[in-house]
């Protein structure tokens, strides 16, 4: 259970781990030239006639928007990172989608949110909490030994 989260009256925590969230990104750019031709007008002296033409090149990338630790528990998912805290309740996803090293929280009314976790730990936890069907709560397993 990380330190500093305080939970509501019955909640437990399933899963807790460091996680990124991914962010895409665009950089824009422009690439062109000029052409024209120059008159000379008297010694070291010249007149230049030119047009700028360039055209704006976009690139997409993905990047590392912030780090920190994601929780998952039986009401909601939590994010709290260095730049960032995120918190949902599991009734306001609206969907998940998993990948082998880290799940897409799809929450309502708010963009998609990538959180990579180095596994698909945290998709499997996520989605059988959504479905009501974890027992062992982390917490259990913390104050085990």
Same mark, same amino acid.
Not at 92 to 102: H, N
Not at 114 to 142: D, I, M, P
């Given at each position: 259970m990380p330190m500093g989260l305080a939970f509501e009256a019955g909640e437990l925590a399933y899963y807790s781990g460091s996680a990124q969230i991914l962010g895409e990104h665009t950089q824009a750019r422009r690439v062109g030239g000029s052409a024209g031709p120059s008159f000379r007008v008297a010694k070291g002296v010249y007149f230049h006639t030119s047009a700028f033409a360039s055209q704006p090149i976009r690139q997409t990338y993905t990047a590392v928007d912030d780090r920190g630790i994601l929780t998952v528990t039986n009401m909601r998912v939590i994010f709290i990172g260095a730049k960032h805290s995120l918190a949902w309740p599991l009734s $306001?996803? %609206? *969907?998940? &989608?998993?990948?082998?090293?880290?799940?897409?929280?799809?929450p309502e009314?708010?963009?998609?949110?990538?959180?990579?976790?180095?596994?698909?730990?945290?998709?499997?936890?996520?989605?059988?909490?959504?479905?009501?069907?974890?027992? $062992?709560? %982390? *917490?259990? &397993?913390?104050?085990?030994?």
């Open positions: $306001k996803i %609206l *969907s998940l &989608t998993a990948f082998t090293d880290g799940v897409q929280v799809n009314n708010r963009s998609p949110v990538v959180f990579q976790t180095g596994n698909e730990v945290a998709s499997v936890v996520l989605h059988r909490a959504r479905q009501g069907s974890l027992t $062992k709560s %982390l *917490s259990a &397993t913390v104050s085990g030994g």
